[in-house]
């Protein structure tokens, strides 16, 4: 689909020829509907603190919420729901929120509410975890690198759940014009994976959550084991 216009506007932003140094040759990506839509009090948050907070860090708590809640979790029941041993691993690579739109009002919850370190944590806090909580950036590579941080942290008896996650949403025309003049992106929009007439990807908005309990990761090392012998 096209760049909404509650993104950025294309006719300032995109230049199809692909010459222009400070903009993008495509006008194209795959854009989740009113990402920021949040239901503040539920995640006691403050109106005023909602709309500092990037909208990945919102989508955040409510997909962890969301997992948690399809997992059957319930504190203290198994050893693996005890709140202070459980961690929170989240993969996230651009500050396109804070780049866009909160640097210009900055207030009490700035730091808080766009610096990626502070998203995981945001999730901890609100379920109030004691476990780790880590912030990973590898580029693409990040929710990837965030779930083998979380089992070898499993592993390594540091915590015995994860709350897994990864967070992407699209706000920067300067993201979108760098991608574009590094030859990243594709300037007629799909990525024809394996085609003959691929010529790069298409961007898009993501976000997804996984609990995942000591247990689980146990029972997959030994079938895994029990496969090789």
Sequence with gaps: MQIPSD???QAKYVSKDGRDKNKSSTEYGNFMKSPGMFDARFSNMSPREAMQTDPQQRL???TAYE??????YVPGRTS???MERIGTFFGQTTDDYKDVNVVQEIDTYYVSGVV???GPGRVSRANQ???????VDTACASSATALNLACTSIWSNECDTAVVG????????DMYAGLSRGHFVSSDGPCKTFDDEANDYCRGDSCYNSDLPRERIES?????SGGRQ
């Design 60 to 62: 955040a708590l409510v």
């Design 129 to 135: 975890f004691g476990g780790p909580s880590v912030s």
């Design 80 to 82: 693996s729901t005890q």
């Design 116 to 118: 990626r370190a502070f």
């Design 67 to 72: 997992a948690l809640e399809m997992a059957g």
């Design 166 to 173: 990864g967070m992407m949403l699209l706000n920067s025309p």
């Design 220 to 224: 997959q090392l030994y079938l895994s």
């Design 7 to 9: 993104r950025f506007d």
